[in-house]
């Protein structure tokens, strides 16, 4: 029974930073770390891949104790996402409802080898080419904790966002990270100009792709994949048991948001993690029922902010 990363300290430690309050509770067959969200109408909790359970049986007994503590502190509801898949056929007996994800569902993972040359023979000729002559191609990468750096990170981040259509994460919920060291930013240059950057997470046993960010316009050098080969080598060299690129879509759809990145991780070897997905106990019905309905409303709000 092995937390997931944003269950652990150091992931509750940067929550707190933030400004919430975060709660830990512990059962016989579970645990989880839960945090104190805000909405304009109350409170929830939210559980990010938590609760963290021994075995199925688990579930019924932690979904009590998220309960008890949700009307303890008067949330409106309570959202989790258990590690362990579950359909939502099993999830609707303890009264939870499929909400829309806000961690993957399913996730991409390389469990790590004990050489880099191992490395080089997972991911392929071309990307082992690739970082074998990065120098010669007058790339270089280095690593970084400086949240100025951070400017770097959100002009590719931001274009490619625009380019795939996804939401970007607000700015300082990002830079305050690098703050805290499980955060390190990698950046690729050419001829010392940035053209790619990632954040990677460092947990107990793994190692995390984040995101990821690079300029369209030197595609053709690869800074993405040299970039993420340095990753995969600075994880086994720091003992990791495997490395998490952190999110894959399951659609066959190229309009997919998701699609192009999701054929990117899949190139350097691995395999499907499925998670149960992101549910929701409704504790004040009638406020769920109004959050329900502002929710789309809300959502539209944000997106048009951070335009």
């Known amino acids: 029974m092995k937390p997931h990363f944003l269950q652990s300290a150091a992931w509750e ?25 805000p ?17 199925r049986k688990a579930l019924k007994p932690a979904i009590a104790a ?33 909400s829309h994800h806000f961690d993957p569902e399913h996730t991409w993972v390389l469990d790590l080898p004990k050489t880099d040359a191992e490395i080089y023979d997972i991911i392929g000729k ?23 750096d951070m400017e770097i990170f959100f002009k590719f981040y931001e274009d490619v966002a625009k380019k795939d259509n996804f939401q970007t994460n607000e700015r300082n ?42 300029d369209y316009e030197f595609r053709k050098k690869e800074a993405g994949a040299i970039l993420l080969t ?29 699609y192009g990145f999701t054929k990117f991780k899949k190139s350097f070897g691995g395999h499907q993690v499925d998670y149960a997905g992101t549910y929701d106990l409704p504790i004040d019905r009638k406020k ?11 959502k539209l709000k944000r997106k048009i902010t951070r335009k």
């Open 288 to 298: 769920y029922a109004l959050y329900s309905l502002l929710r789309p409303i809300n």
């Open 39 to 55: 909405t304009s109408l109350g409170n929830y909790l939210f559980l990010p891949y938590g609760p963290t359970l021994k075995d």
């Open 126 to 148: 071309n990307k082992a080419r690739a970082h074998r002559n990065r120098e010669i191609k007058e790339i270089s990468i280095r690593t970084s904790k400086n949240p100025a």
């Open 230 to 258: 340095q990753m995969l080598m600075d994880s086994r060299a720091a003992g990791k048991k495997f490395f998490d690129f952190w999110g894959i879509t399951t659609s066959d759809d190229p309009k997919d948001p998701w």
């Open 173 to 214: 919920y990002l830079k305050n990270q690098l703050n805290f060291d499980f955060a390190t930013l990698y950046i690729a240059e050419f001829q010392k100009k940035p053209i790619a950057a990632t954040i990677m997470y460092t947990g107990d046993e793994a190692c995390y792709y984040a995101y990821a960010g690079a």
């Open 66 to 98: 998220i309960k008890e503590l949700a009307r303890e502190k008067k949330c409106i509801f309570a959202r989790f996402e258990p590690v362990i898949p579950f359909s939502a056929a099993e999830m609707k007996k303890f009264g939870a409802k499929k």
């Open 13 to 37: 430690a940067f929550q707190k930073a933030e400004g919430f309050e975060t709660i830990r509770k512990k059962g016989e067959n579970y645990e989880f770390m839960a945090i104190l969200k």
